[in-house]
Structure formats: C-alpha cells, structure tokens
C-alpha cells in the first residue's frame, strides 16, 4: 500500500536539537573568562552537570544556574562577626557579672545559638534562592518566610523581552546587575536580582530563545 | 496566699520565660530542619547532606540551651 501521509515530526525534532546543539556550541565558545570556575558555591554555573530541580523533565537540560553575587553575602557575615564578638566584650567589662550565677553561661549559649540560626537562614537564602536557565524555560525558585516556597517558570518562546541594569559603583566594580525579563506567560516579569555578569547572561537567554522559537 | 507570691523570687519568673522562650525557639530549630528538607528536595545543588547535618546541629544546639536552661538556672 502506498505511503500517503508520512509525518516529518522527527525530522523537526532533529532540526530543533541541532539548533540547541549549535546554541550550546556557541555559548560554551564565548564563554572564555577564566573566573567561571564552576565549583558549587559559584553564583554563575554554565552548563553544571550535578544540578537537579523538582519539576525538570527528562529531556530538558540546565543551561545556565544563577544566584545572587557572593558580595551580597558581606553584610550579614559581616554583622555575624560582630554577634560573635559580642559575648566576650560584655564578659570583658563584667557587664552580666552582676547576675546570679549560671545565667551568665545560659545567656553566652543563647546568644551563640541565635548567631548560629542567624549564619543558617541567610545561607539557606542565598544557596537555595536561584535562578535556573534550561534548553526550555527559565525558573525563578523562591524560598521566603521559612516554610513558604514558589517556584515560577516560563517557556522561552514566551519571552518578549530581556533588559538588565547595573548601576552603582559596587555592582559596576563586581559587575553584577538586575536582570527583568518580561514574559507572555502567567508570570509576566521575572526579576533576576543581583546576578554576576548580566550582559552575558542576556546574550546566552537571546541565544537559546530563537532555537525554540 | 499574697505571701506565697510575694515569696517566688523574680529569678524563678525570669527561669520560666526563659525556658518558655527556648521552647519557642526549639520549634523554630525544627522549622529550620524541615525547610532545609524541602530546599534540598526541589533543588539538588550539592553539599545537600552538609546542609543538613548543620540544620540537625542547630537543632541539637537548641535541646542542649533548653536543658542547660532548665539545670543551670
């Protein structure tokens, strides 16, 4: 019987991984800093092998995983030295030596503690908040308010538009910036906030988006 | 009975807020365990099983100060 109707879906789907193929090709040629050492601490991972997400399907493929620049991170260790500095100084002056005895020890371990929680939480915010870039989507993950997490996504062919911003002398030295990428999706702006080097991560997501489109 | 409360030192009231306190405080540590879990099951990103060990320290840290509480003061 004569073949009337063959469809060329797989022929398209061939096209469509030679073109990410190809994108993926040109992306990793660009990428010539020295500085994108992909240890897991990184703010910026082109192309990480070892990372997995929630809702990621089987054929898609992390492109780029963003996070805040480690700069941000200065302030909170920063005021983590200084809570740590503090049980000493007051023991120093014998500020808590007027207490009964034992509530000197209980307070030093509280205080302690809290720092601990303090150090916890704003790591957990920074290592887990992240930004992910894959073959398909880009995904904003969000953990907020201890137990609250939201995770938005949106297709590369909805993107519309790309811009970033880097303003400010520290941001412009550690060049780091404000990513907004505006979508026809249900979330229509995603805000990647303070990642490392934004105008090349707005070229990879111009790169990715017209294979998919 | 004003007497008998007259007699309760204030270190007595100052030992059972602080031990109502650390209790609040154990409940957030366990918070801390539970959302390090839910982290480390939507993203595996690496050094998972050190994250967590640090939330079960912390954890552990906060049983220590309630009982140090509850003995030393």
Redesign the interface.
């Known amino acids: 019987m004569p073949e009337i109707f063959i469809s060329d879906t797989p022929d398209l789907e061939k096209k469509e991984d030679k073109n990410l193929e190809k994108a993926e090709r040109k992306i990793k040629n660009e990428d010539h800093d020295p500085h994108h050492h992909h240890g897991?601490f990184s703010s910026f991972r082109l192309y990480p092998r070892?990372?997995?997400?929630?809702t990621r399907s089987d054929d898609e493929k992390v492109v780029l995983?963003l996070r805040q620049h480690f700069i941000v991170n200065l302030k909170w260790i920063f005021i983590a030295i200084l809570m740590s500095l503090v049980p000493g100084t007051v023991s120093m002056f014998g500020i808590l030596s007027s207490l009964?005895s034992?509530?000197e020890?209980?307070i030093n371990?509280?205080w302690?503690?809290v720092t601990?929680?303090y150090v916890?939480?704003n790591f957990?915010s920074w290592?887990?908040n992240?930004y992910i870039v894959t073959n398909e989507r880009i995904i904003d993950?969000d953990?907020n308010n201890?137990?609250y997490?939201r995770?938005s996504d949106a297709t590369l062919d909805n993107i519309q538009d790309i811009t970033y911003n880097m303003g400010g002398v520290v941001r412009t030295v550690f060049n780091y910036g404000d990513i907004l990428i505006q979508t026809a999706s249900e979330v229509s702006e995603f805000d990647f906030l303070a990642v490392p080097e934004p105008d090349k991560v707005v070229k990879i997501i111009n790169d990715l988006v017209p294979q998919v489109k | 009975m004003i007497d008998t409360i007259l007699n309760i030192s204030i270190w007595l009231v100052v030992k059972i807020a602080a031990l109502i306190l650390l209790g609040i405080y154990l409940v957030f540590a366990l918070v801390i365990v539970r959302q390090i879990k839910l982290m480390t099951s939507t993203l595996t990103l690496g050094y998972e099983g050190l994250i967590t060990f640090f939330g079960y320290i912390h954890l552990i840290f906060a049983v220590l100060a309630f009982l140090a509480a509850l003995l030393i003061l």
């Open positions: 897991k070892d990372i997995d997400f929630e995983l009964p034992g509530f020890i209980v371990i509280v302690y503690l601990m929680a916890l939480e957990l290592y887990f992240v993950v953990f201890l137990i997490k995770i």
